[in-house]
């Protein structure tokens, strides 16, 4: 767009005709054909056209379903590159591109009256002297939240804000975001998206957003005005004020399917642009590596180019700092599964932008070969479902034994011990938007998700939980008190952990959500976080603040490579990283294969860091030693004497509700006493 008119454009390989539409703001239709065509790009300058204007486009082809030609006339579409979309689609079968009775018929009813908008977008945001916090890797504390459920409930932020992008800007939340101690948001998706027909008629919504229509259009309804364009503004005036706070920002992206789900779908944009060359298929039928009905087919040059062109906007015109990519598998798959070499991410690796922002692979999908977890480039860090999994066992009465939870405590070396990656490719995470809150897996055993309205079938049933013997919530005493201390133990074991960790919105806070595990469609009081604490909520707040800055203080517990077992500097006299069992002895070959053995220390020495400074410095640092208890019994450990150390001092206890420092050192070879189901944290003097 200049200040005379706009260029419309939009590529369609098997198109035999594609036609502009215009609409004022009563929604009358205005047609221009576009009589050029270059390379499969339709095209034509509109004079007199600016900022505002509603469109769409139609596209005349072949209709042919049996093989993938899906053109039809009748169906307005949405721009791929729209960078805004307004309205919202009706769940009516009119929007589907056939009649209900076949697949084989084409639909001839006019959808312009069902489906949302592109808008023409002109936008001269002023970013003054904003700043990218540019964080380092090992500085990381990612914060998964929600844009819309993260401020809804807040009683300090105005109630015209709340659930906006102008609300996580407010004074209020960035407060509480940097006094937690987190670096990173890590927003769920917020390109624009829709409901699934199936989950609109059950009189529901999709609340994550994990149904992508617009890969560069901010979701519309997370702005406070109601302006066309102005969602546009207000992201990047958040983005400026998150920076501004030394807070990064990133999003959660959803390229492996759209919101056109399967054939019975609604076609929006993609199916009827080109459904042939946008989406997988075999025959008629789509490929659905991703649950969600369709896979975008990034095996193909031009939908490489669309994601690709997608990333570098929200980087280069929004600011943002990286990106999580959903179901990642799915869009590094060539034909026989995932492949770390495919066309995106090799358009990734080598590209001057993207190469330079945090990218984070959720490292699977939904079908064979799609799990390669421990198996993308260097470059990217993954979430770490083996992580979740063996810090879930450990603390739940499962025989599981010490060896998996000190692999994953020390960064995870045999997923990512290889092909120069280090411990921050590890996100640790314990729990996620899918699933349990912290605080629902140690209330329920089993998932409760009636409400979705699909019979408690939805959602998964291995959660790896325990509700320490009643399923919900309890007035027993000892009980509720063991669930409280479980959390703490889960909140320091993830902190604590060498990785990069990620924390869930809410879990600081002892959030629920009634035991639904999958409250991908709860948009109301079941997902949305709550403000009003209870005194053990605020204690486990300052629990949170008090991990978090000891990660933060300390280097030693945000190691950059991965440890060695042996003194790793010159005039070092221990190991930079030891293992001692209940008795106080470095764990032997029988420690490590005892699956009933659940009692652990972890000697993190501050001489022991491999990694320089910024400028080539040494690095020291205290030494610690962490000593986790799951049993059901309290635990004598013996501190390890020297030369680990002079004397002991207990620093953190998660058998007290509040973070407390003990008074009083501890000698070398005195048994310490370890509550049963917990963990403590000593700072080890060795001088």
């Known amino acids: 767009m200049d200040d005379e008119g706009t260029n419309f454009a939009l590529w369609s390989d098997g198109a035999e005709g594609v036609e502009l539409c215009l609409f004022d703001a009563d929604g009358h239709q205005q047609v221009i054909p576009l009589d050029q065509s270059n390379e499969h790009v339709w095209h034509g300058y509109l004079p007199g056209v600016g900022h505002g204007q509603r469109y769409g486009y139609r596209v005349r082809g072949p209709w042919a379903p049996e093989i993938g030609k899906r053109f039809n006339l009748a169906k307005l579409l949405l721009d791929p590159y729209a960078r805004a979309i307004t309205g919202q689609l009706a769940p009516s079968d009119v929007v589907t591109d056939h009649v209900p009775e076949s697949d084989d018929r084409r639909d001839h009813r006019d959808s312009s009256g069902f ?105 519309a309804a ?16 958040m983005v400026k004020a998150l920076h501004g706070a030394g807070l990064e920002v990133i999003l959660d992206v959803v390229y492996n399917h759209t919101g056109e789900s399967g054939p019975n779908g609604p076609t929006l944009a993609f199916r009827g642009i080109d459904n042939d060359s946008y989406y997988r298929r075999e025959g008629r039928r789509y490929v659905d590596l991703t649950g969600c009905g369709n896979t975008l087919d990034t095996r193909r040059s031009h939908v490489v180019q669309l994601v690709a062109d997608s990333l570098r906007y929200w980087v280069q015109e929004m600011h943002v700092d990286g990106f999580r990519f959903d179901l990642a598998s799915a869009i590094a798959r060539l034909d026989n599964g995932y492949d770390p070499d495919s066309p995106l991410l090799s358009v990734i690796q080598q ?44 603390w739940r009465p499962v025989a599981s034994g010490v060896r998996d939870l000190a692999t994953r405590l020390s960064g995870s070396s045999d997923l990512y011990g290889h092909n120069g990656r280090a411990p921050r490719a590890s996100v640790n995470f314990i729990t996620a938007h899918d699933g349990f ?26 959660n790896r939980s325990w509700n320490a013997g009643v399923e919900g919530e309890t007035d027993d005493a000892v009980i509720t008190a063991l669930r409280r201390r479980q959390i703490r133990n889960l909140l320091t074991t993830l902190l604590l952990s060498t990785g990069t960790p990620m924390l869930t919105a809410g879990d600081e806070l002892g959030r629920t959500q009634g035991g639904n595990n999958n409250a991908y469609c709860q948009d109301n009081e079941t997902s949305w976080m709550h403000w009003d604490l209870q005194p053990w909520q605020q204690q486990l707040l300052e629990w949170s603040q008090a991990l978090l800055a000891l990660r933060r203080r300390h280097p030693v517990l945000r190691q950059k490579d ?42 993190l020495s501050g001489e022991g860091i491999s990694a320089r400074g910024p400028r080539g410095e040494v690095v020291s640092d205290e030494s610690f030693l962490l000593v986790f208890n799951g049993t059901e019994q309290d635990a004598a450990f013996t501190l390890p004497g020297e030369p680990w150390a002079r004397s002991y001092r207990r620093i953190l206890d998660t058998a007290h509700a509040a973070p407390t420092e003990a008074e009083d050192d501890e000698l070398p070879g005195a048994k310490a006493a370890i509550t049963a189901r917990s963990v403590a944290v000593f700072r080890a003097t060795r001088h």
Not at 170 to 188: K, N
Not at 439 to 460: F, Q, S
């Open 351 to 394: 590209d001057p932008v993207l190469s330079q922002v945090k990218l984070i692979a959720e490292p699977w999908d939904l079908a064979p070969g799609g799990y390669a977890v421990g198996h993308f480039p260097p470059q990217w860090s993954e979430w770490n479902d083996r992580y979740r999994d063996a810090i879930r066992d450990f």
């Open 115 to 219: 489906v949302p908008r592109s808008v023409v977008i002109r936008d001269s945001f002023d970013w003054g002297d904003e700043q990218r916090p540019r964080i380092a890797w090992n500085k990381t504390v990612l914060y998964e939240l929600h844009v819309k459920g993260f401020t809804q409930r807040h009683p300090r932020i105005p109630a015209h804000l709340r659930g906006t992008y102008a609300g996580l800007a407010h004074p209020t939340t960035i407060e509480h975001l940097v006094s937690l101690g987190v670096t990173s948001v890590e927003l769920l998706p917020v390109q624009q998206f829709v409901s699934e027909p199936f989950v609109a008629n059950k009189g529901l919504s999709n609340y994550w957003g994990y149904n992508t229509i617009g890969f560069f259009a901010p979701h």
């Open 562 to 603: 991965f440890f060695d077992g042996r003194p790793v500097r010159e005039g070092a006299t221990v190991k930079d990283l030891g293992w001692f069992d209940v008795e106080g002895a470095e764990n032997g070959w029988h420690d490590w294969s005892d699956n009933d053995d659940k009692v652990l220390g972890m000697y």
């Open 437 to 462: 809150t912290l605080r629902d897996l140690v209330t329920y055993n089993d998932k409760h998700n009636e409400a979705n309205g699909e019979d408690n079938r939805d959602g998964n049933s291995d």
């Open 222 to 237: 997370y702005s406070s005005s109601g302006s066309l364009g102005q969602q546009i503004t207000e992201f990047k005036s």
